[in-house]
């Protein structure tokens, strides 16, 4: 809940900043590890999602793994005291000193998504005198139903292993001795709201599983990916996401083999909720068709609305009283029409200074930030900052 009374800690910050909620984070956090728990599930926090430094921490602090997607993103993992042995690497275009980093630090798993990203890491593994662990990452055709640009699961999509692949990576894995077979790897999209998508998920995971077995690989790991969505809309209400039903119907519909591990990359659903953008209010602009609230954040701050034309709730700090509500257009000051958070907002009467929270964009918010017109690097306040 962003309470109004905490206009007065915003009051004395410069705006645009994020703030990030530590009680809501921690709660979240317990809430994935409680449900997770029920079935031994392991989950892998998708740093992708936010990478800052003290929101690490505090995730690590709760024992998650990490999925990390950069030879970075692996060191900052480790940097933030993630053990090794919960470390997953994924990524499609994995550099050959990314991958050394992963070999030197002898991470849980690569993430592969390709028969020559496996040659490659056999190679720099054998160099190193390693054995690289590795899970496929199949792209199981399973339709994401979200936006086009985070589906990923489609064969038309640049990720994984396509199923007719997988004979020619079977021959090919029997030639590699620096490379194990772990596991299976799975990602069909991101903010899924429909169950019913892993659920299809779990069939085709299902059938591979099979097929491995059938050839004499006993998997070790089913790696499920992440893309639990949240509630946009609602922050309020669904500031926690529903992570019982969504272990549940893993646990329902995956057929796990004994002493096979199931692994989750949670991101969003993790942090989107935690952080909101705070923004004051530059100007109102009155027009005949339009009235126009000017930010100071803009799609530099947030990407999001601008390149998804996604939803972000905005909400009003300061400024309200017992008025009616005027549609506006609440925009950001960068030089580009797309730098729109969202248009047509009933909101009551607002004033420069009144103060604007963005909400839910805890995840891929800060880190999707850029100095485009360079503009100042984001700041950030903590809920327990003194
Ligand atoms: N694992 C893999 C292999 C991924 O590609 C992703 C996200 C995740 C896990 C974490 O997914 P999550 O649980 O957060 O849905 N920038 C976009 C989202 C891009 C997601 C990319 N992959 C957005 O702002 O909506």
Redesign the pocket.
Known sequence: MLDNNLIKVFEKQQTPFYYYDVDLLERTLDAVNHEAGKYGFHVHY?L??NFNDRLLKLVQAKNLGA?C?SGNEVLKALETGFDASKIVF?GVGKSDSEIDIALENEIFSF?VESIQELEVINQLASEKKKIARVALRINPNVDAQTHHY?T?GLDENKFGIKVWELEDCITTLKELSSVKLIGIHF?VG??ITDLKVFRSLCVKVNELNNWFEERGHYLDVLNV????GIDYHDPDKNSIPNFAAYFETFDQFLERKPNQEVHF?????IVAQCGSLISKVLYVKKGIKKNFIILDAGMTELM?PAL?Q?YHKVQQLSGNGNRERINYDVVGPICESSDCFAKEVPLFETKRGDLIAIRSAG??GEV?SSRYNLRDEIRYVFSNDN
Request: aromatic share 8%; glycine share 14%; hydrophobic share 40%.
């Open positions: 998708a992708k999602a999925d997607v994924a993430n985070i990923t990602h991101s903010q990916g992440g893309g639990l990359e949670l991101g969003r659903a999001r998804y996604a995840a891929y999707m």
